[in-house]
Structures are given as C-alpha cells and as structure tokens.
C-alpha cells in the first residue's frame, strides 16, 4: 500500500470533504423548503391541486439522480435561451447544477416521506383541533406538521444518509468533492484502492455523525413515548 500517496494528498482530501459537506447540507435545507409546501398540496383533496406535487414527487423519485444531474449540466446547454438568459451563468456551472439536482431529488423523497406522514395524523386530533375553532392554517402549523415531522424523523434521517452518498455523484461533473479528491489522487499515483479506501472512510465518519445526530433527535422529539421510571 502506498500510504504516502494519501498522506501527501490530505488537504485536497479535506478540501473534498468541505465541498461535500456544503453540497450536502444546501441540497437539504433547499429541499426540506421546497418539500413542505409540495406535501401539503399533495394531500389535498381536489385532485387538480394534488396531481401537480404529485407529478413532481414521481418523476424526482422515478428517476435516476445521475440523470437529473445530467440534464441540468449537459441538457440545458444546448438551448440558447437558456445560453442567452440570466440562468446560464448558473447552469453553466457545475457545482450549481449538482446543488440545484441534489436539491430537486431531495425535495421529491422528503416531500413523499412527509406526504404519508401528514396521511397518518389521527383524525380526533383533527376533529379537536377544529372544535376549539382553529383555522386551516393553523391546524397545520400546530397539529399536522410537527406531528408529522415526528413521524418523518427516522424515514428523514435515511434520506439524509442517501443524500450524502448521492453527493459522490459531483465528482463526476468535475466537481473536486470527496469522490473527486479520490479520482484525482489516483490520477496521479494509480492507487485506486488507497484513494478510494480513503474516501469511503470519510463518508462512514460522516455517516456516523448524521446516524449519531438523528439519534439523539429522535430521543428528544420521542422522549414522550419513552417509559418512565417508576
């Protein structure tokens, strides 16, 4: 094993971690805001409402996230409104067309996720909720969303990892992420398993994090449902 070849490289490696830590945590925020409001829509009862969220939960979900990244870097090139437009100094980059992916692919499994959450809430909380004569909005505010986020947390938390992992996908629209880093230095050394060994043990560390975070997220969100101690 060629340890030297890493041990040299550590920065790069680093500099690929802060990419995709940044990727990660954008794609998420931009997704958990765009995800709420499609769920709501998606759990309305006129189905013209509904059908739109809907569209946008099956084909974010349906299809392949190294082809959404593909059509946004690739695809939107070859027309020129797009080139003549003030979107191109956007998709013309790649790191904005990988965030602008990761985030439209997150946002279609998270609001999938909170869609059959807000699905599970029990009907007597609605039916008391409006007897105390609570507005639509804030029945959703006060009863339907934070329950359904209690709900959501351990489906959400495998997203998040998914997510992570997705990240990876950066590396191939010359985006010097982790995967990034790890295809250079093995560019330059031809040691793929050193390189690639290397990237993969930051992802498990971030992994660890996300699983260790969540943890304790759901310890605090569901401390309700913990026995007690006599």
């Given at each position: 094993m060629d340890l030297a070849a890493i041990t040299d490289n550590i920065p790069l490696y680093f500099k690929g971690l802060w990419v995709t830590i940044q990727l990660l945590v954008l794609a998420l925020a931009c997704g958990l805001v765009l995800a709420v409001p499609i769920a709501m829509?998606?759990?309305?009862?006129?189905?013209?409402?509904?059908?739109?969220p809907k569209a946008f939960i099956y084909f974010f979900t349906g299809t392949p996230l190294l082809v959404q990244m593909f059509i946004l870097y690739y695809g939107m090139a070859q027309f020129e409104a797009i080139r003549e437009s003030f979107l191109w100094p956007v998709f013309k980059e790649a790191y904005w067309c990988a965030l602008i992916a990761f985030s439209l692919n997150t946002a279609g499994y998270t609001a999938e996720i909170l869609r059959g959450a807000m699905k599970q809430t029990d009907f007597g909380e609605l039916d008391a909720a409006r007897s105390c004569g609570m507005s639509k909005g804030l029945i959703y505010r006060r009863i339907i969303l934070p329950s359904a986020f209690r709900r959501a947390l351990p489906a959400y938390g495998n997203e998040v990892?998914?997510?992570?992992?997705?990240?990876?996908?950066?590396?191939?629209i010359t985006i010097v992420d982790l995967f990034g880093a790890a295809r250079i230095v093995n560019s330059r050394y031809f040691v793929p398993f050193e390189s690639f060994v290397t990237a993969a043990f930051f992802y498990l560390c971030l992994t660890f994090l996300i699983v260790w975070g969540f943890k304790l997220w759901e310890k605090r969100w569901h401390a309700h449902l913990h026995p007690r101690d006599a």
């Amino acid at each position: 094993m060629d340890l030297a070849a890493i041990t040299d490289n550590i920065p790069l490696y680093f500099k690929g971690l802060w990419v995709t830590i940044q990727l990660l945590v954008l794609a998420l925020a931009c997704g958990l805001v765009l995800a709420v409001p499609i769920a709501m829509w998606a759990t309305s009862r006129n189905p013209l409402i509904a059908s739109w969220p809907k569209a946008f939960i099956y084909f974010f979900t349906g299809t392949p996230l190294l082809v959404q990244m593909f059509i946004l870097y690739y695809g939107m090139a070859q027309f020129e409104a797009i080139r003549e437009s003030f979107l191109w100094p956007v998709f013309k980059e790649a790191y904005w067309c990988a965030l602008i992916a990761f985030s439209l692919n997150t946002a279609g499994y998270t609001a999938e996720i909170l869609r059959g959450a807000m699905k599970q809430t029990d009907f007597g909380e609605l039916d008391a909720a409006r007897s105390c004569g609570m507005s639509k909005g804030l029945i959703y505010r006060r009863i339907i969303l934070p329950s359904a986020f209690r709900r959501a947390l351990p489906a959400y938390g495998n997203e998040v990892i998914f997510m992570l992992h997705g990240t990876a996908l950066a590396g191939i629209i010359t985006i010097v992420d982790l995967f990034g880093a790890a295809r250079i230095v093995n560019s330059r050394y031809f040691v793929p398993f050193e390189s690639f060994v290397t990237a993969a043990f930051f992802y498990l560390c971030l992994t660890f994090l996300i699983v260790w975070g969540f943890k304790l997220w759901e310890k605090r969100w569901h401390a309700h449902l913990h026995p007690r101690d006599a």
